[in-house]
C-alpha cells in the first residue's frame, strides 16, 4: 500500500521559511516523479514544484520561481519542499504527490496523493 506523508506545516510570520517534507512507502521511490500541490481555502489545487525521480529534472510555477525549491533524497524515501520569503498568499494545504512520468508533471493527474499539510502566513 503506498502512503505519502507530509509534515513541517505550521503558523509562520510573513518573510519566513518553512520547509516541508514527504516521506513515501510502498513504491519504488525512485521510480516516481514527486510533486507538490497546494490548495488555498475557496480555490482550485494548483502545482507548486515537481522533481524527476533522479532528482535531475525539476519543474516550477512560474509565479513560485526563487522562493520554492524542490529536492529529493531517495536514499531516504523523501521529497522536500523549501519555502522563502513566505508572504500570507502562500497560505494553504500542501499536498505531495506522486506519478511515473516527468512530463505533465503540472497537471494533477498524479497515481498518489498525502493527506496535506497546513501551511499559514501571518503578516
Known amino acids: 500500500q503506498v502512503q505519502l506523508v507530509e509534515s513541517g506545516g505550521g503558523l509562520m510570520q510573513a518573510g519566513g521559511s518553512l520547509r516541508l517534507s514527504c516521506g513515501a512507502s510502498?513504491?519504488?521511490?525512485?521510480?516516481?516523479?514527486m510533486g507538490w500541490f497546494r490548495q488555498a481555502p475557496e480555490k482550485e489545487r494548483e502545482f507548486v514544484a515537481a522533481?524527476?525521480?533522479?532528482?535531475?529534472?525539476?519543474s516550477y510555477a512560474d509565479s513560485l520561481k526563487g522562493r520554492f525549491t524542490i529536492s529529493r533524497d531517495n536514499a531516504k524515501n523523501t521529497a522536500y519542499l523549501q519555502m522563502g520569503s513566505l508572504k500570507p498568499e502562500d497560505t494553504a494545504v500542501y499536498y505531495c504527490a506522486a506519478r511515473r512520468s516527468f512530463y505533465g508533471s503540472k497537471r494533477p493527474d498524479y497515481d498518489y496523493w498525502g493527506r496535506g499539510t497546513q501551511v499559514t502566513v501571518s503578516s
Open positions: 510502498g513504491l519504488t521511490f525512485t521510480s516516481y516523479t
Open positions: 522533481i524527476s525521480g533522479s532528482g535531475s529534472l525539476t
